[in-house]
């Protein structure tokens, strides 16, 4: 998201790549919702060990392909990891919904926080915006600059809680089928709407903030050259 914050001059720089481009493309959408739709299908007709193994093969399987294609480690290492952190509890519990239950408290975990930085005045993203740029801006003093970082960080809220309420909900109604549906289409589609408004509030504050910085020092120089 650095790429997309920073001041650059456009025409001694390369095209800036898309959020989604950022977020792994089509490819890392695809990753996430794979091992999804296939444990969700084997649970349709098979034995729920059978699909518990179907959805570690197919995170194995993804995890050596990801790491064909040069991604880092880290990543495909995540990604296989949550699959299987996944599969284990279906297994310890004998439930197929719990396949879901990480993301969802995860989800819950993640509107706290966001919420409640703006409740407390220091929305999120302004936060995160002020130590990736040194941590020396008074960005809270600037009333422009703190509101498109309390809509950015109500916006990953929204995101987080609809992701809550909606698949707690599957998940109470025992709706494996439906809770499926919901993580695909509330992934990474709503976290792509989120991470826009996100990019557009670092834009402003980049603007905005480093523009008063200049003049400012431009003043003190000019102080300075006047004594």
Known sequence: MLNEVDEVDDTAQPARPTVLHQMGGVAGFVYSTVPVVVFVTADAFLPLPVA???????????????????ERPVSAVGSLLGVAVAAGIVAWTGSARDFFVIGIWASLAGFVVTFGSVLARRPLTGVIWNALHGGTHAWRSDRAVRVAHDVATLAAASVFGSRFAIQQWLYLTDSTGGLGVARIVMGTPLTVLAALVVVWSFRRSTSRLRTADNSRKA???SGKAQK
């Open 219 to 221: 003043d003190q120089e």
């Open 52 to 70: 518990i193994g179907v959805a570690v093969a197919t995170g194995l399987a993804l995890f050596v392909v990801r790491l064909l294609r040069g």
